[in-house]
């Protein structure tokens, strides 16, 4: 069964980049066909999908959050990380990440991810 975990810091300043970690187990992230994605929820309010890494390293983001996002992986660790730069109050959320063994299309909808972190608080504050 694959599992994952998030880690990183619970605390970022504004204008500071939020820089949060995903361990899978159960599991390769390197197996076709598998897909891996952040996904956060702000206080309130509901999913919100922010983009992926698949199998084979490609990756693609929410439009609304390119320009400020980077994922990527390091396979060795069995790990794939998120970056969000010039964070601001609104980025505070708690922070998912998600895996689906249907990555050939690079889901992009939460319900298509049945493997789930157990999320993460990311408080943005000075």
């Known amino acids: 069964q694959v599992q994952l975990q998030e880690s990183g810091p619970g605390l970022v300043k504004p204008s500071q980049t939020l820089s949060l970690t995903c361990t899978v187990s159960g599991g390769s992230i390197t197996t076709s066909y598998y897909a891996w994605s952040w996904i956060r929820q702000p206080p309130g309010k509901g999913l919100e999908w922010m983009g992926v890494?698949?199998?084979?390293?490609?990756?693609y983001y929410s439009p609304s959050l390119k320009s400020r996002t980077s994922i990527s992986r390091d396979t060795s660790k069995n790990q794939f990380s998120l970056q969000l730069s010039s964070v601001t109050p609104e980025d505070t959320a708690v922070y998912y990440c998600a895996g689906s063994r249907d990555g050939l299309g690079l889901p992009r909808q939460t319900y298509e991810y049945p493997y789930w972190g157990q999320g993460t608080q990311v408080i943005v504050s000075s």
């Open positions: 890494i698949a199998y084979d390293g490609s990756t």
